[in-house]
T-cell receptor, first 116, second 111 residues
Framework: NAGVTQTPKFRVLKTGQSMTLLCAQDMNHEYMYWYRQDPGMGLRLIHYSVGEGTTAKGEVPDGYNVSRLKKQNFLLGLESAAPSQTSVYFC?????WGAGGKNIQYFGAGTRLSVL | GQNIDQPTEMTATEGAIVQINCTYQTSGFNGLFWYQQHAGEAPTFLSYNVLDGLEEKGRFSSFLSRSKGYSYLLLKELQMKDSASYLCAVRVSGGSYIPTFGRGTSLIVHP
């Protein structure tokens, strides 16, 4: 059982280049998330999805787009990368269970992106 | 919005007890999570509190007071491997159950 898998693990881009980060989960979770983590800033939500075919903006969505065409996959796209997007990106998934909606998030190993 | 505060960094000695605090200001509180994140790794779930009181799980315990907007994570019998960041996340009621994370507390355990 792989859990949440992110590809690639590392990437270096030049300003203006585009790329797509892939997240795959094998736990049949409904919810998926993309976060960025910068020193001293904690985890900030970029976009999320509450089910196949749905996406919604998080706290810091500008400069990113997402798609959830299949339940198990959540893609994060950078159309024109900027140095401010240098960060570590984490994907997560969760399922709501129990009356209280415990909603534990399971995270991938992260993608370290540098934009020069 | 939500305002979540944690100390930036703490140090402690192996074998000791450490308490990491998290305070929050939010409307419609609906649960608080603690995650552990080792350097260069993914966060992993530690605990969840939605009602007042103490939840104990081995060497780790988490406490919640909803009226005070306060939680703490208590780590007993500290080990070197407990050196990590500890992230507090708060969820509000309604909407899509998306928790908001604090900035995390970096815990350094020394011999």
């Amino acid at each position: 059982n792989a859990g949440v898998t992110q590809t690639p693990k590392f990437r270096v881009l030049k300003t203006g280049q585009s790329m797509t980060l892939l997240c795959a989960q094998d736990m049949n979770h409904e919810y998926m998330y993309w976060y960025r983590q910068d020193p001293g800033m904690g985890l900030r939500l970029i976009h999320y999805s509450v089910g196949e075919g749905t996406t919604a903006k998080g706290e810091v969505p500008d400069g990113y787009n997402v798609s959830r065409l299949k339940k198990q996959n959540f893609l994060l796209g950078l159309e024109s990368a900027a140095p401010s997007q240098t960060s570590v990106y984490f994907c997560a998934s969760s399922q709501i269970w129990g009356a209280g909606g415990k909603n534990i998030q399971y995270f991938g190993a992260g993608t370290r992106l540098s934009v020069l | 919005g939500q305002n979540i505060d944690q100390p930036t960094e703490m140090t402690a000695t192996e074998g000791a007890i450490v308490q990491i605090n998290c305070t929050y200001q939010t409307s419609g509180f609906n649960g608080l999570f603690w995650y552990q994140q080792h350097a260069g790794e993914a966060p992993t779930f530690l605990s969840y509190n939605v009602l007042d009181g103490l939840e104990e799980k081995g060497r780790f315990s988490s406490f919640l007071s909803r009226s005070k907007g306060y939680s703490y994570l208590l780590l007993k019998e500290l080990q070197m491997k407990d050196s990590a960041s500890y992230l507090c996340a708060v969820r509000v009621s309604g909407g899509s159950y998306i928790p908001t994370f604090g900035r995390g507390t970096s815990l350094i355990v020394h011999p």
